[in-house]
């Protein structure tokens, strides 16, 4: 009974199964989770069960020995008592809810919670149970029911124990958790248990369809193959308009696939099966189709009708436009299937490609349109007919000849022809037509109107496809310009021919290699070839080679413009003489390709204009020669100046290959070679016998030219030579032409000479009187340089200067001779200007004007009084040049010829003026200096006394700045020195009591060691550590090393408040080598080494010297100055560097004293170092204030100044600077020892 209500309230009718395929769960480890579970709780039984609806089994066990029966009806009791708790829990929560054994569409909602009964015999319902009342019973039991997920409970998680107790939650956890993992091995074994049941009905299913399509894919081929076999475009639609097969026929003409088009529209493929004409559309891509009987309905997906009612069609023919672009002309027709309720299934479509068929009605319709547009006449005649009438004529035709289509039709073209009409071009033209051939005529026919035309016929054959005869067709092409051109060109011929043959010109053809094509009858006359005998013969073979270039330049030309060209060249006769020709050529050239086929040459002899241009241009060359060499010659210079201009003038002349132009050089009388271009002649030196007894010697490489001297001879003096080397020889009027050439060349030379020579003495002359005027201002030996050297260059017997003296504007004025240079063999000269006889010159002095007297005798420039003056003293020639200065003085410098006439050049005039404006100048600068003298004077008087004074505020100021400098210096040293000598002397005096204190315990201790010799370990241990010895030793030392040291910083102390006494104002006697030591105390910094070089060497030889009187602050200013510039010097010096100071007492030569008082004892202090030295030119202003050599921002050129001052002025002594004997730079003070006497 429990096993029966057990199954029908916890298992559904899919667990009827479980029994048979629970031994399909061998995969999970049952016994793995038994013995987990007994070991967590620590039990020992645990078991797992499985139940249906018909019987409860053991699938698991641990700890069982005995029957198992018993236990599983236990476990099937707490399984009954678990239902009822649980349907008694849900009947208190729901009132309406009942469980009954025979309500089958009822469940329990089982509890996954177990089942926990610590202790049996606590419990009365166990009571009767076989295994609790039995000894060793079950006293323990924790059950989990086994529940899918489909809320099933199929088995029980059992744990047992003989003992009563309680799980941890812990451990009731680990059950669940353990629990749960059976439940999840259960339920994945169910689903595939469940899914491999599924797929074994799904393979029965498959292979039964499997046996269904198999059949339908044996038709589908059947119908596909037939498809696909058939000639036509067969596309199957469903209701849609998409593609459902598209059959091989369709792939080879559209270019898709079938797998592309597959359930696709045509909209999609962008291709329109509409009829072309139709302005109508379907939605995509529907196909119109009419039916025998339209379907019911059918809709496209958007509820479009696929096939309209309205539109009715058979068929129709549309474009299709394969993917790379090609063009199809198909027409359609089409067939529907349909469902059992009427509706359209699909819709096939079936075309044909009527491609061929549209291009050959298109390109009739092209052949038709190009006919009737020719602009020649066609006609197609019927040949089968009688007569051949004309069935077609094109509006071409009508034009052409002025019938009308309607009045031709019919009829033969016989009808436009007239009596005049050629009778051979109709015979041909006949044959042809009997002949079935093509042929083509020229026939003079007439119009409607009467007027004739030229008509050019073209006549061919047309036949069927079997080759049979049907029609001829004929084209007719006005051609009557061109015949009238024609005649016209045949008459021009005709002229051009007669011309041709009387011309006296060459008219020639060649082609475009310059083979002669024709040539005119002139070539007889021109060139003694028939005419015959150069056609065939290249032009080119018979032009002269220097010429051949040029010509074939001129045919590139030709060849690359459209210009005609003319050219003169040399050509070669029957005779093999050359005469010049001259062609006009123009090219002929080819329409299409626009090269030259021919040239057409017009030439004629020019041989005698040649000959008279060749002599008229030899003219000109000469007369340009001339030219350029005259240009030459007056565009001045030297001598090879103007012969290298004259050079290349000559040597541009086509007939000279060489000139050269020597000068004579009368010195060694020899000719020099001045200029020289081309080939190089008389390349040894010529002497002037060679040039005037015609025997020049010529070198062996002249010997193939010709060579032309022309002496160069001036007024029968030899000046130079020219020499030509030709390669022809000259003419006569060449000859002519270089010979004048050569007398220019002699003058220009000559010119030149006397120009140079006349050149070097003005050049000499204004030279000597400009070093007169810079060696001396003074008037007198300027004047008496400039006459004599006057009358030597010019060689005049006298020249003089005068002064012209005009005081007073109503006396009359003066003249006075002040220097003159006399010809020594002339007895007396001219020596006074009496100004009542010679009005004129003082006229002319006045007014500036020159007065040039060639001639006294006749003369017309001179009044009569003034020239007979002058013929009375016996001058032949007089010149005057006036001059006058800044300052308004007037003069002249007056040259006299006696005993002959001296004509005055133009050049030894401009020379005259030149020493002339010279002496105005000397004179005005004379004056000047002397006037800028006095003002010199006068502002070097002002100014030295000015310097003066400004030097000595200057000197004040700067010694000023330094001593306040140094008293500032002196009063910080002298504070340093104070708050440093306190602390020394409290050092200094318990060094004392430090020694003594330090003695007494060194004695004290070894007073100890001696009395008690051995001393205690630890006694030992201290001495040893401390070093006793050593310490013992070492302290006295260290002691007098600290007194040392305590002695030097007194003696520093001591130093600088020695040298700190600069602003003592009194004198008083000092130490000498006490204010040196303190001055080399501060500066020992200075002395020492620094980096890698070495320090300074200070030497010191004091001597014996009392105390001096003098301010000792002042003088310690002195030391620091020339012991400082000493190390500067020294700063760049290699070793060894060397100070050295030595003192010294200075006893006075009382023999060589020649004052009143004896001289004073003095101390020398000197101070040399080794360095560089000192200039000779700078020891001069060494002690000039604000000189110095150091660097700018180094020294302020005060130092030795002050110190000069300081030493002369303030003690009365001497301060100089000096090279010794060991080359060392010296600088000595002497001061006296006592001074008050002195000053007394």
């Given at each position: ?768 009187l400009a070093s007169q005027i810079r060696d001396s201002l003074d008037i007198d030996t300027i004047l008496g340089t400039a006459v004599s ?429 000096y090279r010794d004997q060991d080359n060392f730079t010296a600088f000595q003070v002497s001061i006296p020892i006592f001074q008050k006497e002195?000053?007394?």
């Amino acid at each position: 009974m429990n096993a029966r209500f057990l199954g029908q309230t916890m298992f559904s009718p899919e667990g009827n199964n479980l029994s048979q395929v629970i031994h399909r769960f061998a995969e999970i480890p049952f016994d793995d989770l038994t013995h987990l579970a007994s070991h967590l709780a620590q039990t020992p039984i645990a078991l797992i069960t499985f139940m249906d609806v018909s019987h409860q089994w053991l699938k698991s066990q641990v700890g069982l020995t005995e029957k198992i029966h018993p236990y599983l009806n236990f476990c099937e009791f707490i399984i009954y008592l678990q239902c009822q708790f649980q349907s008694l829990r849900e009947d208190q929560e729901d009132p309406d809810h009942s469980l009954t054994p025979n309500s089958s569409n009822s469940t329990l909602k089982l509890s996954p919670e177990p089942i926990i009964i610590p202790d049996t015999w606590d419990d009365q319902r166990f009571s009767s149970q076989p295994l609790v009342k039995q000894d060793h019973g079950i006293r323990f039991y924790l059950g989990i029911p086994l529940i899918t997920t489909d809320n099933l409970m199929v088995g029980m998680l059992s744990i047992m124990d003989y003992q009563p107790r309680k799980l941890s939650p812990e451990t009731i956890k680990a059950l669940q958790a353990l629990n749960n993992q059976i439940i999840s091995q259960i339920n994945l074994h169910r689903q595939l248990i469940h899914s491999k049941t599924k797929l074994s009905q799904l393979e029965d299913i498959i292979n039964e369809r499997k046996q269904v399509w198999e059949v339908v894919r044996q038709e589908r081929d059947f119908v596909c193959a037939v498809l696909d076999t058939v000639s036509a475009l067969v596309i199957v639609l469903d209701p849609d308009g998409r593609i459902i097969r598209f059959n091989r026929t369709c792939e080879q003409l559209t270019g898709y696939s079938a797998e592309e088009v597959e359930g696709k529209t045509f909209d999609e493929l962008g291709v329109n099966l509409l009829p072309l004409d139709s302005g109508s559309s379907t939605a995509s891509g529907a196909m119109m189709i009419e039916f025998d009987e339209p379907p019911k309905s059918v809709k496209t997906q958007n509820s479009v009708p696929l096939i309209p009612n309205q539109t009715r069609l058979n068929a129709w023919e549309t474009e299709w436009v394969k993917p790379n672009g090609q063009r199809h002309w198909i027409t359609w027709s089409n067939t529907a299937l349909f469902q059992a309720n009427g509706l359209v299934k699909y819709v096939i479509a079936t075309g044909i490609d009527i491609t061929e068929r549209r291009q050959s009605e298109v390109r009739m319709e092209l052949l038709e349109r190009a006919i009737t547009e020719s602009p020649s006449g066609i006609v197609i005649s019927d040949f089968a007919a009688t007569d051949c009438p004309i069935i077609y004529c094109n509006p071409a035709f009508e034009k052409l000849t002025g019938y009308s289509q309607e009045e031709v039709l019919g009829r033969n073209c016989r009808m436009l022809q007239g009596e005049d009409t050629d009778p051979k071009e109709l015979a041909r033209l006949r044959d042809a037509i009997a002949q079935n051939t093509d042929c083509s005529v020229t026939l003079k026919n007439y119009r409607k109107d009467g007027n004739y035309f030229w008509n050019e016929l073209s006549i061919s054959p047309v036949r069927d496809r079997e080759g049979s005869l049907t029609h001829f067709i004929g084209i007719q092409t006005d051609i009557t310009q061109r015949k009238q051109s024609e005649d016209a060109l045949r008459e021009s011929e005709a002229r051009y021919r007669l011309l041709a043959d009387h011309a006296t010109d060459l008219i020639s053809r060649h082609s475009n290699d310059g083979t002669y094509l024709y040539a005119s009858p002139a070539s007889q006359q021109l060139l003694g070839y028939q005419p015959e005998e150069l056609i065939g013969k290249s032009v080119y073979d018979l032009i002269h080679t220097e010429d051949l270039a040029g010509t074939q330049e001129k045919y590139l030309l030709l060849r690359n413009s459209q210009d005609i060209y003319t050219l003169s060249y040399r050509i070669r006769c029957h005779n093999g003489e050359y005469i010049w020709f001259e062609s006009t050529c123009h090219g002929l050239r080819n329409q299409n390709s626009q090269d030259i086929d021919e040239i057409i040459a017009v030439s004629r002899n020019i041989t005698e204009r040649k000959q008279a241009e060749t002599l008229l241009l030899e003219r000109s060359r000469l007369s340009q020669l001339e030219a350029e060499v005259g240009t030459a010659l007056g565009h001045g210079g030297s001598i090879a100046t103007i012969l290298g201009r004259c050079i290349q003038a000559i040597a541009q002349y086509p007939d000279v290959a060489g000139v050269g132009i020597w000068t004579l050089n009368l010195n060694s009388n020899q000719l020099e070679l001045q200029a020289n271009a081309g080939l190089t002649v008389h390349e040894h030196n010529i002497t002037e016998t060679d040039v005037l007894t015609c025997s020049i010697p010529y070198p062996l490489p002249l010997m193939k030219n010709l060579t032309f001297d022309f002496p160069l001879v001036v007024e029968g003096r030899l000046v130079g030579l020219m020499a030509i080397c030709s390669h022809f020889t000259l003419n006569d009027e060449a000859r002519g032409v270089l010979g004048w050439v050569a007398n220019a060349l002699a003058v220009g030379i000559d010119r030149v000479k006397a120009r140079e020579e006349l050149q070097s003495r003005r050049e000499g002359l204004l030279f000597r009187l400009a070093s007169q005027i810079r060696d001396s201002l003074d008037i007198d030996t300027i004047l008496g340089t400039a006459v004599s050297e006057i009358r030597a260059l010019l060689q005049v017997d006298q020249c003089h200067f005068l002064w012209y003296m005009h005081i007073q504007p109503n006396q009359q004025p003066s003249f006075a001779v002040t220097h003159e240079s006399l010809n020594p063999d002339l007895s007396n000269g001219l020596q006074d200007y009496p100004p009542e006889q010679i009005p004129l010159l003082a006229e002319k002095i006045r007014m500036a004007q020159t007065i040039k007297i060639d001639n006294i005798h006749t003369t017309k420039a001179l009044d009569e009084s003034t020239c007979r003056f002058l013929q009375a003293t016996g001058i032949f020639s007089f010149l005057l040049l006036p001059l006058e200065t800044r300052s308004g003085q007037r003069g002249a410098v007056v040259c006299n010829h006696y005993g002959e006439y001296r004509p005055w050049r133009d050049s030894e005039v401009e020379l005259v003026r030149a020493v002339v404006d010279q002496l105005a100048i000397a004179i005005d600068q004379a004056e000047l200096y002397a006037q800028t003298r006095a003002a010199a004077l006068a502002a070097q008087t002002q100014a030295f006394h000015l310097s003066e004074a400004l030097q000595d505020l200057k000197q004040k100021e700067s010694q000023l700045i330094q001593s306040e400098k140094m008293s500032s210096l002196g009063q910080m040293v002298a504070g340093v020195a104070h708050e440093i000598n306190n602390p020394v002397n409290f050092i200094y005096g318990n060094l004392t009591y430090a020694k003594e204190y330090t003695q007494d315990i060194l004695e004290l201790l070894e007073l100890y060691q001696e009395i008690y010799p051995i001393a205690t370990p630890a006694l030992q241990a201290k001495a040893e550590e401390i070093e006793l010895e050593f310490l013992s030793e070492d302290l006295p030392k260290i002691l007098s090393s600290m007194e040392m040291g305590a002695d030097r910083i007194r003696q520093i102390v001591v130093s600088l408040r020695s040298f700190s006494r600069l602003d003592e104002a009194e004198m008083k006697p000092v130490n000498i080598h006490d204010g040196i030591d303190s001055t080399l105390l501060i500066l020992q910094n200075r002395l020492k080494p620094k980096g890698s070089s070495g320090g300074i060497e200070l030497i010191k030889e004091y001597g014996k010297l009392p105390k001096v009187e003098c301010y000792a602050g002042q003088l310690n200013q002195v030391f620091m100055n020339l012991i400082g510039n000493a190390i500067d010097a020294l700063d760049n010096q290699s070793e060894p560097r060397i100070i050295k100071i030595t003192t010294e007492i200075i006893h006075p030569n009382l023999k060589e004293h020649k004052g009143k008082l004896p001289p004073l004892e003095q101390v020398r202090i000197t101070i040399r170092d080794n360095g560089p030295g000192i200039e000779d030119k700078v020891k001069n202003r060494l002690f000039d204030p604000f000189f110095t050599t150091k660097p700018v921002g180094k020294g302020t050129g005060l130092g030795l100044s002050i110190s000069y001052k300081i030493v002369v002025e303030q003690h009365l002594g001497e301060i100089l600077c000096y090279r010794d004997q060991d080359n060392f730079t010296a600088f000595q003070v002497s001061i006296p020892i006592f001074q008050k006497e002195q000053n007394q």
